[in-house]
């Protein structure tokens, strides 16, 4: 089954600089979600980007599809504090009742 | 509305006891599934439904069950407790059955020890 593959693993980074994640993935894709866990918590969804959308924006969140290099990127701008947590994409396809996660990306924003 | 929903939010069991984890959504969602956490490993599908009296396997549905007899509720069993299922489990839910199209909300999870 095809699956997100984040790179990197972890990222430490000061309060005020961008964070910028990457996903990679097998197969071809309907949509790729970003979801935010905070430690000790469920999954928050943050935002979807449909295979035929090559941006999308979400406040501070800025995701970009490229469905050639089969890849996404999240990029956190202005990262507080609070943006502290581990940040998964998940792949769904065509005709598939299921999402598929990668292993997560943990931010650290160290004020 | 408080969404989705599970209990306990933590438990511990010895090897070979049963228990059942609770999920419950108030969002008439069609789509509920069963995920465990595990470090390093993501989240992994365990147990879904795309609406009640309709459930299937995920990736990882060894050593447990699940039913929906109601679109609400959607338990999960573990018939007989093994240290290889102590794991962080959470629910999830979404409005339709396709669910690999659309946004799932998930509850705040399960933490069981298996000793």
């Known amino acids: 089954s095809q699956q997100g593959e984040e790179d990197p693993q972890a990222l430490s980074i000061q309060e005020g600089e961008n964070a910028t994640m990457n996903c990679s993935y097998k197969t071809s894709i309907n949509n790729l979600q970003w979801y935010r866990q905070n430690s000790g918590r469920g999954l928050v969804h943050l935002i979807l980007?449909?295979?035929?959308?090559r941006e999308k924006h979400s406040g501070r969140l800025r995701v970009t599809l490229d469905t050639s290099k089969k890849s996404s990127s999240l990029l956190i701008t202005a990262s507080r504090a609070a943006d502290t947590a581990s940040y998964f994409c998940?792949?769904?396809?065509?005709?598939?009742?299921?999402?598929?996660f990668g292993k997560g990306n943990q931010v650290v924003v160290i004020p | 509305n408080a969404g989705v929903t599970q209990t306990p939010k933590f438990q511990v069991l010895k090897t070979g006891q049963s228990m059942t984890l609770q999920c419950a959504q108030d969002m008439n969602h069609e789509y509920m599934s069963w995920y465990r956490q595990d470090p390093g490993m993501g989240l992994r599908l365990i147990h879904y439904s795309v609406g009640a009296g309709i459930t299937d396997q995920g990736e990882v549905p060894n050593g447990y069950n699940v039913s929906r007899s109601t679109t609400e509720d959607f338990p999960l069993r573990l018939l007989s407790a093994a240290p290889s299922q102590t794991s962080v489990y959470f629910c999830a839910s979404s409005s339709t059955g396709l669910a690999g199209q659309e946004t799932q909300y998930f509850g705040p999870g399960t933490r069981l020890l298996v000793l």
């Open positions: 980007i449909r295979s035929n959308e």
């Open positions: 998940a792949t769904g396809s065509y005709g598939n009742n299921r999402l598929a």
